[in-house]
């Protein structure tokens, strides 16, 4: 599926680096949050390929926090939030998921060192364009502490943002 193209069923992206995924509504919560990830992970820093297929991601409600893909890459790139494009493995771990909301924990490490955690909120977007697909409405940002086994310890306020 290319950028400029609308939701289908069927085809699951498999390319470690593709950065051009678009929305589906085959793919579950957990797997559009991993293939978000996987998109910023191989970020072009020149065209930021990476980022813009993170917004094609974002809920029609995200969309109006954040509305110029410019501000979308500035969030992005801003110091709470770089360490989604730099990071050398991440950990999923989905939290909750009823049949329109999904809760999705990304804890990400550079060189064995925790460097971010973020709670995907992703909604099952209802009517639309993207009427039954899982979109992303929040990344909420939560300051955490390094354990000495270098597990992360959420605090318990949360940073949250339009991601």
Known sequence: VTAGEGPRRGGADTAPR???????????????????????KYNNDTTNDGIRAVRRFASPRNRQTIATVDEFVRTIRSPTYSPMLSYDSVRYTPVQESDDYAQVQVL????????????????????????GCWMTDAVVATPQTVTASGSGVAHPEGRPAAG
Do not use: H, W
Not at 19 to 38: E, F, G, K
Not at 108 to 131: A, C, I, M, P
């Open 18 to 40: 593709n950065v051009r995924p678009a929305p589906t509504c085959d793919r579950s919560s957990l797997l559009v949050v991993q293939i978000q990830m996987n998109a910023l």
């Open 108 to 131: 990400t490490r550079e060189n064995d060192t925790v460097t971010g955690q973020y709670y995907f909120r992703l909604r099952n977007v209802d009517g639309g364009e993207y009427d």
